[in-house]
């Protein structure tokens, strides 16, 4: 059986549906120089390290023969935290709330990816 490369499998789950709201955001910003526009973009960009992470560690756990699995909590902890520190050192150019929901995204991505999965 062929296996199709990690990232290409990442690309057609995740990575398609995130490259449009990163590119709007951005464009966004380079137009108005929104600060909510800003702060989404960085929060999107977290959002596709934080589902990198989270589908390289549920690949690993898909063909693990061995028992203790890895869920990739603390790294995308720390994703998490030094988006943040973004906004805590540069708050004229990074809303809080842009970067929420650029974070938020992720999670959504994730929860339709377990609803998909469950309903199959």
Do not use: Q
């Not at 990739?72 to 809080?96: E, K, Y």
């Amino acid at each position: 059986m062929l296996k199709v490369p990690f990232f290409r499998r990442f690309y057609k789950h995740f990575l398609n549906f995130l490259l449009f709201p990163l590119a709007i955001s951005l464009l966004i910003y380079l137009f108005t120089k929104s600060s909510i526009a800003a702060g989404f973009f960085l929060g999107t960009t977290a959002s596709i390290f934080l589902l990198w992470n989270w589908y390289y560690n549920l690949e690993k756990a898909y063909d693990s023969s061995e028992g203790k699995i890895r869920t990739g909590t603390v790294a995308r902890l720390l994703i998490v935290i030094v988006t943040c520190l973004f906004w805590v050192r540069f708050p004229d150019i990074f809303s809080i709330f842009g970067i929420a929901g650029g974070l938020v995204l992720s999670y959504i991505m994730i929860i339709f990816r377990a609803i998909k999965e469950l309903t199959k």
